[in-house]
């Protein structure tokens, strides 16, 4: 079993930056993998980043560029540096993570086992 706590969201104007944060707990010996996923008001939770075990890693085209995905040493926590911020970006944002070796990242919802409550993220000037 894993348990995943996300933090770091909050207001912040266009142009700006954030850090997410997920911090897994649990069984956390096995190789996993995780994802950043995000849900605006009225619409369907959608990919946004995904990191393997190994370290590779995937982004969604909106976020290219602007977003990066890493994890710390103990691979036990996982970030989401965001940048260059943009009001289409403003949803909750979701930790995902999923006991698995794969070498290529995975980028559907319906394939992580585990989530996090959510973090929301609000751009707006």
């Known amino acids: 079993q894993l348990h995943l706590v996300e933090s770091g969201g909050g207001l912040v104007q266009p142009g700006g930056s954030l850090r997410l944060s997920c911090a897994a707990s649990g069984r956390t010996s096995s190789s996993y993998a995780m994802g950043w996923f995000r849900q605006a008001s009225g619409s369907e939770r959608e990919f946004v980043a995904a990191i393997t075990w190994s370290g590779a890693t995937d982004y969604a085209d909106s976020v290219k560029g602007r977003f990066s995905i890493t994890r710390d040493s103990a691979k036990k926590t996982v970030f989401l540096q965001m940048n260059r911020l943009k009001p289409s970006d403003t949803a909750i944002y979701y930790c995902?993570?999923?006991?698995?070796?794969?070498?290529?990242?995975?980028?559907?919802?319906?394939?992580?086992?585990?989530w996090g409550q959510g973090t929301q993220v609000t751009v707006s000037s």
């Open positions: 995902a993570a999923d006991r698995s070796d794969t070498v290529v990242p995975v980028t559907t919802t319906s394939w992580y086992d585990y």
